[in-house]
């Protein structure tokens, strides 16, 4: 097989991705189901079309093109990421796995293979958590972690239901509708910047990814007693603030004391009331993020949180409570993709670690219906979310050819 990546055109496909968004470059921004996600979904769905491929979508949004294989009864060999991008991002995240996914597919289609299963890109809808507080909502639905219930219980910021913004952008089906079984799909293969530095550090220019990282998020609500910032005295304080001050650096040490590397907790939200600094913090909310590829570890640090949570409730006479908002297995990767990946690096002298992916990925619930598993190429600095995400043009077209000789390996499978 002579694969040809035509570099040139997926790098001004991402180019031209990038400027529609609903801030000005370098700096990008779509959010599902906004005016920006509407036309970029419209942009590809053409460039999918224009490709030869049937394009159809489900009740949420979630966009997939197919190309026949000479058995279309079988199930299909699956790629894809998503194209919502948060505020003040970069133009790498998700969209190389969407149209790195189109350009391994032409490439095939260019270089006269044939293949027995059908092979399909997916697009997927709000990975992203900004518009509906919850990430990947799309592969959620598609997997069966996530019910049709979610119409009505999740909203936006607008006081908007899932179900009025998907209905208003034309998406009107049934939303248990988008649900598909296990073995849908014969095996998925999703392509990634790595979003950390390691790839970079070493020199290697692909990454088999073996395990996806559980996340955890929880809120957490802090009530204590407001008042003058002169007129209450210190013995007499029950400083929100404070109490969830300790709290987060309790959360930190708690994902320390694992001695393991992959387990990681963030505190990246911190909301004071009223937030005056001439008053005592009345109230304060956390919202926490807590990760690792071993889900026990995970949840003994979501404990050792919760411990804390009642510690300091006792000790600074403030009341807390906690929710968690999701708690989701950890996946790991399919062991005979990860093979296909390693070998289709080995036969083009292509260097190729094996690691984890610290971030997660549609590919997490992916794994819930089928065979999984990523690639994942350098970017600068290990910087992602940010307007100075990058990836060479050389690291993209790398994963670009091993991603489609891996489907089009498994696509020959009967």
């Given at each position: 097989m002579n694969l040809k990546i035509q570099s040139s055109r997926l790098e001004s496909e991402l180019a031209e991705l990038a400027e529609i968004s609903?801030?000005?470059?370098?700096?990008?921004?779509?959010?599902?189901?906004?005016?920006?996600?509407?036309?970029?979904?419209?942009?590809?769905?053409?460039?999918?079309?224009?490709?030869?491929?049937?394009?159809?979508?489900?009740?949420?949004?979630?966009?997939?093109?197919?190309?026949?294989?000479?058995?279309?009864?079988?199930?299909?060999?699956?790629?894809?990421?998503?194209?919502?991008?948060?505020?003040?991002?970069?133009?790498?995240?998700?969209?190389?796995?969407?149209?790195?996914?189109?350009e391994a597919i032409r490439a095939l289609k260019e270089s006269g293979f044939q293949p027995t299963r059908s092979l399909?890109?997916?697009?997927?809808?709000?990975?992203?958590?900004?518009?509906?507080?919850?990430?990947?909502?799309?592969?959620?639905?598609?997997s069966g972690a996530l019910d049709a219930s979610a119409d009505l219980k999740l909203g936006d910021s607008a006081g908007e239901t899932l179900r009025s913004v998907r209905q208003g952008a034309g998406f009107i089906g049934d939303l248990s509708s988008t649900r598909l079984p296990v073995g849908h799909y014969?095996?998925?293969?999703?392509?990634?910047?790595?979003?950390?530095?390691?790839?970079?550090q070493r020199g290697i220019p692909i990454g088999a990814v073996t395990a996806i990282a559980a996340p955890?998020?929880?809120?957490?609500?802090?009530?204590?007693?407001?008042?003058?910032?002169?007129?209450?005295?210190?013995?007499?304080?029950?400083?929100?603030?404070?109490?969830?001050?300790e709290?987060?650096?309790?959360?930190?040490?708690?994902?320390?004391?694992?001695?393991?590397?992959?387990?990681?907790?963030?505190?990246?939200?911190?909301e004071v009331?009223?937030?005056l600094v001439n008053s005592v913090p009345s109230k304060a909310k956390l919202e926490a993020d807590i990760r690792d590829i071993d889900g026990a570890r995970r949840d003994g640090m979501i404990t050792s949180l919760e411990r804390?949570?009642?510690?300091?409730?006792?000790?600074?006479?403030?009341?807390?409570?906690?929710?968690?908002?999701?708690?989701?297995?950890?996946?790991?990767?399919?062991?005979g993709i990860v093979g296909t990946v390693t070998t289709v690096c080995e036969s083009h002298g292509i260097a190729c670690d094996r690691m984890v992916s610290r971030a997660y990925h549609d590919s997490l619930f992916m794994a819930r219906i089928c065979p999984a598993a990523m690639i994942f190429i350098p970017c600068r600095n290990g910087v992602s979310h940010r307007p100075e995400e990058y990836s060479s043009p050389e690291s993209i077209a790398t994963g670009v050819l091993v991603l489609a000789e891996t489907m089009a390996r498994l696509a020959q499978g009967d």
């Open positions: 609903a801030i000005p470059a370098p700096e990008v921004e779509r959010i599902v189901f906004s005016e920006q996600d509407m036309r970029a979904r419209v942009w590809l769905k053409g460039l999918c079309a224009a490709a030869g491929l049937e394009v159809r979508e489900d009740a949420v949004g979630n966009t997939y093109a197919r190309w026949q294989g000479s058995k279309p009864n079988l199930p299909a060999i699956a790629t894809g990421s998503h194209i919502d991008a948060i505020p003040h991002s970069g133009r790498y995240d998700g969209t190389v796995g969407v149209l790195g996914g189109l399909e890109l997916i697009f997927f809808t709000s990975e992203e958590p900004t518009r509906f507080g919850i990430g990947c909502l799309g592969s959620r639905l598609m014969a095996g998925f293969v999703e392509l990634h910047i790595e979003q950390g530095p390691l790839l970079e955890a998020s929880l809120r957490i609500a802090i009530e204590g007693h407001g008042g003058h910032a002169g007129a209450v005295l210190m013995p007499s304080r029950h400083d929100a603030f404070l109490a969830a001050a709290i987060a650096l309790a959360l930190e040490a708690a994902a320390r004391s694992t001695g393991a590397i992959d387990s990681v907790a963030t505190t990246g939200i911190c009331f009223p937030g804390a949570c009642t510690d300091v409730s006792a000790r600074r006479g403030v009341k807390v409570t906690t929710e968690v908002v999701n708690r989701d297995d950890p996946a790991s990767c399919d062991s």
